[in-house]
């Protein structure tokens, strides 16, 4: 595969990776879009065990969690909850060090983009079992595909189902509803509209009979289905078009919703706001939803519009990296894998990139809210969040910049593209390490 | 955003007050004297019958024979106190201390944490949950209708902003950062960076600030989990310097199982935070109002998982020496089977809203047509609960 331009990978991935000679010229579409077809060694070392392989671990987890062995380091538990513990702090880990090692930036920047507009947070203990699972099999699979598939995906996994509080809803006039007088839970259905597909365009009237619809949807280790004693009977009209109980007629909801213009233009619409800048240029969007609508949500299609704009190319990079994408990015620069055990400075055991992502105010896979992690730049730039985001500077400049060249640092890492403020500033350090903290803490080096 | 800053500076040398450029004039609505609000926001729907307990209501041992098993101090005939929260009882007898019972937000529709964590922080009357169009804080919508509010009256502590903080008044952030090993030129060359990109400077600035004024609080602060011990002394800190108004979340009060355990480590928790926020105001304690807000209550049957579910009557925790302690407030609605709401939650017999919009009003001189309109739409203030001194 050929390697992305310096612009390619600053914009659309996680900025150049040590050792890799960056490809010419600004941005082409073509090899952007061939990242997505080409295999992925580097990333694929981090390939995630799949939910079918863990729902035997996560019940004996449970059961040890019950007979309260697994306080004080688990020393008592069952092997294979100790695995599982294992498994899910390698999970975390693999949100940082797999797009730090990645060879096709792109894709990875995908998955998070996606995994962000369609949110599950791991919150409780449930959440923590799911979640990569969440981002490996309902969006990984789906990011070069259609909306359709990812958004059936993503409304059946049963993180999605646990998070927005799916299972909790039963049709008040289902078996169970009668028995014990239990009723529906909105939740669900209400963020599917909201904030996963339309926006906007639907009353209140939808959600309820939305909700209706949804009622008794269950997946777990038998796999998707709608059980008869939570279903809601009867037909419903969701936008205009009626549906009857069942797991083919949600899924046949999901094709109509997907296909309607306010998806096309919400999906749009967050897609360049994460990408080219927090008010993105009204024609961009425009025709990013048609290009999508034209392709019968495919979101290659999509991706290609926004390439093939005239802003994708701009030299002014007008969006901010996340702490995530921060970190990421530092890492790939330095040549670090965020493995790496008894650097200076930093704790005998390792960088502790998890805490410090939360220290930086995004912890892993923990989203505040159901509309995810904000994607405009001044929700990242609260005073204590600018302190984070030197304070990690100076670990790492301390850690790595003993022998750096920080010049040849900021040409590697910025092209042309660096400030002549930035250039005499990281010249002009004291140290060399502190030349290599002047450049990871740049607002340049911050944007992309 | 200095001017209180230097307007104080100005006034400790003597100078006038009144004559200063800096000071605006005093309004009604004032941010700018001796009265402190602290708002927690109780995340994950507390369990306010777990917490003080209605042990005089003859239908309680029976919907919870666990989680009543461990008996703790009276508070009085018909109230006990959880026992994890004994360390408290002093702050009880001293009057520093009370609740309010059976209250709730008018949310109504759908027990969802996220629907009504958002109700409680934006402050809305809509039973479904949603919001004001603004989308923004009540608390700021408070400051807002103070004259003499600067960006620093309002402090919200922890990570991430909080909703009931957001909005248009500009407001503090703050959580502790450690000490820089920078020399004092990379630092120059890292400042002079931020200042020239838009983006940046105000924030980097802002950060330097209170870095600058920090008096040692950056050195030595472990990272990681901030203790609740630490957070109210960073809240009291914040509140001893210009900031009158402070808010932060504590979660964790989701309890569907094995209550017994994780009440006694949360309200340990939330007892130490109230503790040391006492111990670091000092004096300026006598003027101080905490209140612990949570977005709803929980069943009044215990599950059959050791915890209880997502109810809708809840508990707010009163604190500070402005308060008229030592009482429950609010009317108890009965625990008898057809006094619950919809046959499983204490029956909410007030909207929660109105104990902060006393507050502010008594506090902050807040007139009632603002609160009433503006800070929380729909909310009827009735009479003054006599909940302050």
Redesign the interface.
Known sequence: MEAPSLLEDIRFGYGPLAGRTPGQGGIDPDRVLAQLAAPDASAATWDRPPLAKRWNLIEIYAQDRKAGLLRQGAKEADPRSRKLIQIEEEDAQSFISRPAVAQCGFRERLVNFWANRITVAAS?QILRHLIQSYRDEAIRPHVTGRLTEMLKATLWHPAMQTYL?QTQSVGPNSKLGKRQ?KGL???LAREFLELHTMGSGYS?EDVTELARLLAGMKNDAEGPRVEDNRAEPGRKTILGTSYDPGRDEIDRLVETVARRPETARATAFFMARHFIADAPPEDLVATMAQAYLDHDTDLTALYRAMLTHKSARSRERQK?RTPHELVVASLRLTGLTGLETGLRGFRKEGMKLI?RL??M?QPVYLP???DGWPEV??AW????????R??WS?DLG?AVGERADPVAMADFALGDLA?P??RR?VA????RW?GV??LL????F?RR | MTDLLLSRRAFLIGCSVAASPLVTPVSFASASGENRLVVIVLRGAMDGLDVVRPVGDTAFAGLRPTLSANPGPALNDFFTLHPAAESLMPLWKSGELGFAHAVATPYRQ?R?H??GQDALENGTDQT?GTMTSAHDGWLNRAIGLMKDATPETGVSVG???LLVLEGDAPSD???P??E????G??AE??A???A??P??AE??A??QR??DTSDGMTGGVP??KMQYAQLGTYVAQRLMGPSRIASFSLGGW?MHRDQVRSMAGQLKGLSDAILAMKEGLGRAWGTTLVIGITEFGRTARENGTGGTDHGTGGLAVLAGGALKGGHVYGKWPGLGESDLFE?RDLLPTADVRAFPAWALRSMFGLEAAGLEATVFPGLDLGSDPGFLL
Not at chain 1, 428 to 431: C, D, P, V, Y
Not at chain 1, 441 to 444: A, G, R, V
């Open positions: 409780g509080t007088g839970n909105e939740n209140q901010l805490d939360k220290i105010g505040a809210r159901p730049s001044e730039l609260t005073p204590p969040m600018v302190s984070a030197v304070d100076i301390r400030s403020i930035l500033a002009g350090a004291e140290q502190e903290t002047v803490s740049s607002p340049d911050s | 759908g969802s996220f629907i479904d990570q991430q902003r952030h703050w959580f950062v450690e820089s090993q920078l020399s030129q990379g060359l890292i002079a960076l931020n020239a990109d983006l940046f924030p980097f802002e950060a209170l870095a990272r990681g989701d046959n």
